[in-house]
């Protein structure tokens, strides 16, 4: 206990406490840094194991107690009860041995990522290089060849090619240069990383004689590997002694770690570390390996339902999703939908005008025509243009606050009641300054003493969480919901799903470089509805594979909006996504730029079409969906129930398995779904302009909400992960806070038109949108008016047109 408590006191020579230590975060991966993680984590295991002081609070309560902890100082948490400060203190410590873990794993495997890109980088240059060399050794052929073709009787073949050789700079040296390209043939890049991995090679060996891995299948082979590997860390000779089973290595690998050497294999230890490090890597983000007291690199097996726990609620949850109850209907049905849709695709082909298969087997898709917007659309766009009031966004936060009440999900993260004067008032700023990433210096100059940074930053800090952002958005989005003009632009049945980049600084372990946008920074995947409204948002690493967020976002929307249908761009695609999104009654309907390189699979060899035969190149596997029926069952109801996330699920899923049968059952049954999708897609236009229309919708939304985020030339200054997606959650509120205001405002300006005797058709008002900026003030100095009431929206709720 008293150790404890030590941790609240601080250093000798510095006025700072262990207490700041245990709020450490990552920076940028690194060799140096890596280590620095090692160093920390060493020290906070030290403190001793803390899960068997946290036996009976939940997950949840853990979490909590870790943020509370987070927003307070040492001197703070001093002047709390012992109990809590203890139940604090336990959380706090906990928490940043896991999560040091998986920074240390994510850091390893960021390294590891960039070691083989220098490696092909090297072979690209390598290559380049020979080019010379290359057009040499093809006109030593050339002039070899020209010498066996002549038909000189008296000629003497072996002095010509001779005198070629030596004018090239003689046999040896040609063998050397054919062995030099022949080594880097078939992109076989694997001899160039041992220089790029020897810097980093204590460090790994240090980070995996911590972190303790375990094999999530009886296929151990891997971890076995490791322990030789590990045992033979002191070794510098070219060969290790021990045996050790390599058979899981691929071919390319066994040529390079395994040498014949008079009847005796032996393995050559350069190779063989760097392989199986590689190997280690790729089985920790396929989940065939996992990291012993983790959460992100945990065994996901063990946050399932078990079957047993599953079976009760298999019935009632299968008749909600029209699914059979037994696995041989399952697969029946699925299998009657994939020959139903393929049968019909093929009769319809002769008729239908949108697709062409080409001579080659190849579809080809029509363009529809483009639709023209009507005279009567720009002149009332041009009209509501001239119309719409001026606004200031804090205004617009009063107002929209004013209907909906949202900034009551604000308050102190420990759950007491606030005792901020104004709290309203401040609430109100602190999400103009964080949703416009003015930052809270910045932002009180403008404020003319109203309220001072630092009263903006513990609003911040103790005040607003991500639970209170989201609660926030939701009362937003509900109250925007029962808008009558909301329902010209969608039901609510629909929503589409994109990311766009926000820039970072370099200093932290989620800021990565993108290729596509340039700069260091992260994704802002965004979730909106048909009806223009953000439903929910993450932010996550340029570097991560958007597709595993695209279900996660719907399961954590809890607003009176519920899509079933979800639009997507390429990312889409992947098998497993589908295979998740059937199973959770949710339609993925995602923009594939490239779908012509997918498969089509057909649901047996037998079956023959007369028009698009063509186009299938696959054949399903019947039994092995029906073998893990159960074990599909299981994924889903354990994400229902809360016990796993999709998003982890499927960065598991999502990575090439040789091992895992529940990625390859869900990899099957994804091939059903997306074959059924792509033959819809390719035969309906109308549904690809549906496609377009929603993710046009998403990324007019990128747009839109990043015209409120220009503060700080549009950095994210903070290294925090959780304050970064604090950021873009704020954006979020202010983005959703102008959209439900413009509708408010839109409403106004046609019920006057309407008044003045202004015509317009329905579509005309389908076509308008609520992304309307040129109204609104963002800059100068920015005033709160809590006395100002805005109009009832009761008068706003029936347009009578």
Excluded at 735 to 752: G, R, S
């Amino acid at each position: 206990m008293q150790r404890l408590k030590d941790l609240l006191d601080n250093y000798a020579a510095v006025e700072r406490s262990p207490y700041n230590d245990l709020k450490k975060l990552p920076q940028k991966s690194s060799r140096n840094h890596l280590n620095d993680l090692i160093a920390h984590l060493t020290w906070l295991e030290t403190l001793g194991e803390i899960a068997p002081y946290l036996q009976g609070l939940t997950r949840a309560k853990i979490k909590h107690f870790t943020s509370e902890a987070k927003a307070l100082t040492a001197s703070e948490m001093k002047n709390i009860t012992l109990n809590k400060q203890l139940t604090l203190l336990l959380c706090l410590i906990y928490s940043a041995q896991v999560q040091t873990r998986d920074y240390l794993v994510e850091m390893f495997l960021k390294q590891m990522k960039k070691i083989h890109n220098l490696a092909i980088e090297e072979l690209d240059s390598i290559r380049k290089r020979q080019q010379i060399t290359t057009e040499k050794l093809v006109s030593v052929l050339t002039d070899v060849l020209v010498v066996f073709n002549e038909d000189a009787p008296d000629s003497k073949p072996l002095e010509q090619l001779q005198n070629i050789f030596n004018k090239t700079g003689g046999v040896e040296q040609l063998l050397t240069e054919c062995e030099e390209i022949n080594a880097y043939q078939g992109n076989n890049y694997f001899p160039l990383l041992w220089r790029f991995y020897k810097s980093h090679r204590s460090a790994f060996f240090r980070v995996f004689k911590f972190l303790k891995i375990e094999s999530t299948s009886s296929d151990d082979k891997l971890v076995k590997a490791v322990e030789i590997l590990l045992s033979n860390s002191h070794r510098r000779g070219e060969w290790i002694g021990t045996e050790v089973d390599l058979s899981f290595i691929s071919q390319q690998w066994q040529k390079l770690v395994l040498v014949q050497s008079k009847d005796v294999t032996k393995v050559m230890r350069r190779h063989f570390e760097i392989c199986i490090f590689s190997y280690v890597a790729a089985e920790l983000k396929s989940g065939d390996i996992c990291v012993f007291n983790s959460e992100a690199y945990a065994d996901y097996r063990e946050q399932l339902l078990s079957w047993k726990d599953c079976q009760p609620l298999v019935e009632a949850y299968c008749q909600q999703l029209g699914f059979p109850t037994q696995a041989e209907d399952f697969v029946e049905n699925l299998k009657n939908s994939l020959t139903q849709t393929a049968s019909e695709i093929d009769q319809g082909y002769p008729n239908n005008t949108s697709v062409v298969i080409s001579d080659q087997g190849e579809p080809v898709l029509k363009r529809p025509l483009a639709n023209r917007e009507s005279a009567s659309l720009k002149n009332l766009e041009a009209v509501i243009s001239e119309r719409m009031p001026e606004r200031n966004l804090i205004d617009i936060l009063t107002d929209v606050d004013y209907w909906t009440n949202f900034t009551r999900h604000f308050g102190p993260v420990s759950g007491s009641d606030s005792k901020l004067e104004r709290s309203t008032e401040r609430y109100l700023l602190t999400t103009f300054t964080y949703g416009c990433n003015l930052g809270a210096a910045q932002a009180a100059r403008h404020m003319r003493g109203v309220v001072t940074s630092r009263m903006l930053t513990f609003v911040n800090q103790r005040h607003i969480s991500l639970k209170g952002l989201n609660a926030a958005l939701v009362d937003i989005i509900n109250r925007y919901n029962v808008m009558p003009l909301t329902k010209f632009w969608g039901d609510g049945t629909t929503a589409a799903a994109d990311g766009t980049k926000y820039d970072l600084y370099e200093q932290n372990l989620l800021s990565e470089y993108h290729i596509r946008y340039g700069g260091y920074g992260g994704i802002a995947y965004h979730h909106v509805a048909d009806s223009y409204i953000a439903l929910f948002s993450h932010f996550i690493p340029c570097g991560t594979w958007e597709a595993v967020y695209i279900i996660e976002g719907l399961l954590k929307n809890k607003s009176d909006i519920q899509p079933s249908i979800i639009h997507a761009d390429t990312q889409g695609q992947s098998t497993p996504v589908f295979a998740l999104s059937y199973l959770l009654g949710i339609q993925l309907m995602p923009r594939i730029r490239n779908w012509q390189d997918l498969v089509f699979y057909r649901p047996d060899k037998e079956t023959v079409y007369q028009h698009i035969d063509s186009l299938f190149k696959g054949v399903i596997n019947w039994e092995l969906i029906k073998t893990h029926w159960s074990d599909l069952l299981r994924v889903v109801l354990s994400i229902k129930s809360g016990k796993i996330s999709s998003d982890m699920l499927l960065r598991k899923l999502g990575n090439y398995s040789r091992k895992n049968k529940l990625y390859q059952a869900f990899r099957e049954l994804g091939r059903v779904i997306r074959t059924v999708f792509l033959l819809q897609f390719i035969s309906d236009q109308k549904l690809r302009q549906q496609i377009t229309a929603m993710t046009n919708k998403v990324e007019a939304y990128n747009g839109f909400s990043k015209w409120f985020c220009f503060g700080g030339e549009g950095v994210i200054a903070s290294n925090d992960p959780e304050q970064q997606e604090k950021t873009i959650k704020y954006g979020d509120l202010v983005a959703n806070a102008v959209i439900f205001h413009n509708v408010v405002d839109l409403t106004e300006v046609l019920l006057q038109l309407r008044k003045e005797g202004f015509f317009w058709e329905r579509e005309d008002l389908a076509a308008l949108s609520p992304y309307l900026t040129s109204h609104i003030k963002r800059f100068g100095d920015y005033l709160i008016d809590l006395d100002a009431i805005p109009p009832a929206l009761e008068e706003k709720l029936n347009l009578g047109f």
